[in-house]
């Protein structure tokens, strides 16, 4: 079955700058990758995800790319505020309703006012 | 928006307990979900359900049952409660069948078992 490795596992920035988060998964059939996060006291929260057939997508201040060849995607969060401060899960799946969505391990970022 | 609604933010049960587990969701959604979420192990998978009276098993759905015996509810059973469930429980939903869309998570519920 599928696994997602997720890195890293706590990440601290400075107000205002980047971060990045990065996910490799296993099957070469999945075409399904949500990035969810989690804010304290609170269930996960999709923010973003990027089917296969397109490279990168962007939303405001949020983008994640998707290289199908390497079997990895990542998550960017630009001009970071402190209000990023939450856990980001990232996910894969085959887009087929018969297998859900397998999730990576969850990165705790810190933004550092 | 959708809710789902888990019915305790935390629980405390005793070793060797029968817990129940609730969740009810407001939006007609086909799936439901129960993952459990523990430091470092992020959300594993217990069980799924596609319909009224299906359910799935999960990556790890040994200790556990679950009972879906109308579309908007989803129970998560421990049958004998042990202190290695003790975990945070997250239900969730989505839309369809179909594909994998968006899934809406509860607040969850903080169970300890002592």
């Known amino acids: 079955g599928e696994n997602v490795e997720q890195h890293p596992s706590t990440l601290s920035v400075q107000e205002g700058d980047s971060a990045v988060i990065k996910c490799t998964y296993s099957d070469s059939a999945s075409n399904y990758f949500p990035w969810y996060k989690q804010e304290l006291g609170k269930g996960p929260q999709l923010i973003i995800d990027i089917r296969s057939n397109v490279g990168e997508k962007k939303d405001q201040r949020i983008a994640v790319t998707l290289n199908k060849t390497a079997k990895h995607f990542s998550l960017h969060i630009t001009e970071t505020q402190p209000e990023d401060s939450a856990v980001y899960f990232c996910a894969a799946s085959t887009g087929s309703g018969n297998t859900p969505l397998v999730f990576g391990k969850g990165t705790r970022l810190s933004v550092i006012a | 928006d959708v809710k789902v609604t888990q019915s305790s933010r935390y629980l405390v049960k005793r070793t060797g307990e029968k817990v129940f587990l609730e969740c009810v969701q407001d939006m007609d959604h086909e799936n439901m979900f129960w993952y459990r979420q523990d430091p470092g192990l992020g959300l594993r998978l217990i069980y799924f359900s596609y319909d009224v009276k299906m359910k799935e098993k999960g990556d790890i759905p040994e200790g556990y049952s679950v009972s879906r015996e109308k579309k908007e509810r989803f129970s998560l059973i421990l049958e004998s409660a042990s202190t290695n469930q003790t975990s945070m429980y997250l239900c969730?939903?989505?839309?369809?069948?179909?594909?994998?869309?968006?899934?809406?998570f509860g607040s969850g519920t903080q169970l300890s078992v002592l």
């Open positions: 969730a939903s989505s839309f369809s069948r179909a594909t994998n869309e968006k899934l809406f």
